[in-house]
């Protein structure tokens, strides 16, 4: 089955240390992938995208991810963590082959930052 | 400024009723989302349109019913035939093709629907 997984359901990182976000997907194709953040209570706000090209993207707020085709993955990172940085991070992908936009979502990592 | 607004933020239903999640963009976005989120489970895709008058079925719409009259307003109808409709709900817009943003999704601040 397609699916896109995050493995770490919660992780807690002191504020200045760096933080690493995983993501797997399970799809013939590579699809377009996406991460996302939610702060509580909100809607989701667009960190960083790979349709194509160079594998190391750059996003805002600091955030930088790679894809890596031969494990599957498009990890999130981040250098130094901010207490702003608190909030919950999904991991999308859009199937390409007969959609756009429907996107498929990881089930969430909550960061929580310590001081 | 553009974007969506979802409205109510707050919405409490008593079972057996219907409810209606309103959605306006003003980003000229032709295509328009319906998210459901519940903890741990991610976001799922409960239905899409494409173009005014046109929408389809995503993954989990069963107990849902949706509108297309204007480009810019998508509704979503919670019936009551959706046995858990607890959950928070996320409205979502985006350009499709080939244009430049095309498939990047820009999202409402979501309505929590509360089935007492």
């Known amino acids: 089955a397609q699916s896109v997984t995050q493995p770490d359901i919660h992780i807690t990182v002191s504020e200045g240390a760096s933080l690493e976000l995983r993501c797997n997907y399970s799809?013939?194709?590579?699809?377009?992938l996406f991460w996302y953040v939610q702060s509580p209570g909100q809607g989701l706000q667009l960190l960083l995208k790979y349709f194509s090209g160079d594998t190391l993207v750059q996003g805002i707020k600091g955030f930088e991810a790679e894809f890596k085709r031969s494990q599957s993955s498009f990890n999130l990172r981040k250098p130094s963590v901010h207490w702003s940085d608190a909030a919950e991070y999904f991991c999308a992908v859009d199937r390409r082959a007969d959609s756009w936009g429907k996107l498929q979502f990881g089930a969430g990592t909550q960061v929580v930052v310590t001081p | 400024d553009g974007g969506i607004t979802q409205s109510p933020k707050y919405l409490f239903r008593k079972e057996g009723q219907n409810v209606t999640l309103s959605c306006e963009q003003n980003?000229?976005?032709?295509?328009m989302y319906w998210y459901r989120q519940d903890p741990g489970q991610g976001l799922r895709l409960i239905y899409y349109s494409q173009i005014v008058n046109d929408f389809q079925k995503g993954d989990i719409a069963e107990g849902y019913s949706v509108s297309r009259e204007k480009k810019e307003s998508f509704p979503l109808t919670v019936t009551s035939a959706q046995k858990n409709p607890t959950a928070f709900y996320l409205c979502?817009?985006?350009?499709?093709?080939?244009?430049?943003?095309?498939?990047?999704?820009?999202f409402g601040a979501g309505s929590r629907l509360t089935v007492l």
């Open positions: 980003l000229n976005h032709d295509a």
């Open positions: 799809y013939g194709a590579t699809p377009y």
């Open positions: 979502a817009s985006s350009i499709i093709g080939t244009k430049s943003g095309a498939n990047v999704l820009t």
